[in-house]
């Protein structure tokens, strides 16, 4: 079955990654481009997971995860290898009502990360649902060289028109035609 494609409000969403190795560096690093209330339980870090850590002032525990951990959070991220401990986590996801996403195991997962484009507020994901993540990458690349780097410029423009023009049909139609010249501008470049 597919994911259904959402944008998840990260705004007062406490995150919780277990682990700390190499591909909970990359969750965190995405996760990092929305929210910053993100805590991490892991017996090791990576130096990549430790220097993010440092850096953005998470909050760190060096310990391995404990039943109830997770009843504080909106969110968890379980990168660990170890499976059993995965399935847990995701079964007690559910008495706590938080979304889960254990690492390549999408038995125990409620979401799964796409691969994204990030510019300013324009917001891109790709997903195969999991059957090809380097299908979604190599696809997310493709189109990220189509995207001008203005991008952020426009929008703020857009934003600007939206929140100063009255609502109505004609707001609707011109503020459509704007979209569409400026992406037909980019074929003429």
């Known amino acids: 079955m597919s994911y259904f494609p959402a ?9 919780l990654i277990v682990g700390g190795g190499h591909i909970a560096y990359e969750k965190l690093e995405h996760l990092l ?4 209330d993100i805590s991490v339980i892991a017996l090791e870090l990576s130096d990549e997971m430790d220097s993010a850590i440092k850096k ?22 379980v990168a660990v290898d170890d499976i059993p401990l995965q399935a847990k986590i995701f079964e007690e996801s559910k008495q706590y009502n938080c979304l889960c996403n254990s690492v390549d195991s999408v038995d125990y997962c409620d979401f799964i990360f796409p691969s994204y484009i990030k510019r300013d507020d324009l917001t891109i994901a790709v997903s195969t649902s999991g059957t090809s993540p380097a299908m979604a ?8 060289d189509l995207i001008p780097s203005d991008i952020g410029e426009f929008l703020r423009e857009m934003k600007n028109l939206r929140e100063t023009l009255p609502k109505g049909k004609e707001r609707m139609k011109m503020l459509d035609k704007k979209a569409q010249d400026y992406i037909n501008t980019w074929s003429n470049k």
């Open 7 to 15: 944008f998840l409000k990260l705004d007062n969403k406490k995150i």
């Open 137 to 144: 990458k190599h696809l997310r690349k493709y189109l990220q």
């Open 56 to 77: 953005n002032h998470l909050n760190f525990e060096k310990r391995g995860y404990e039943t109830g951990d997770i009843k504080e959070f909106a969110v968890v991220i």
């Open 33 to 36: 481009d929305f929210s910053s």
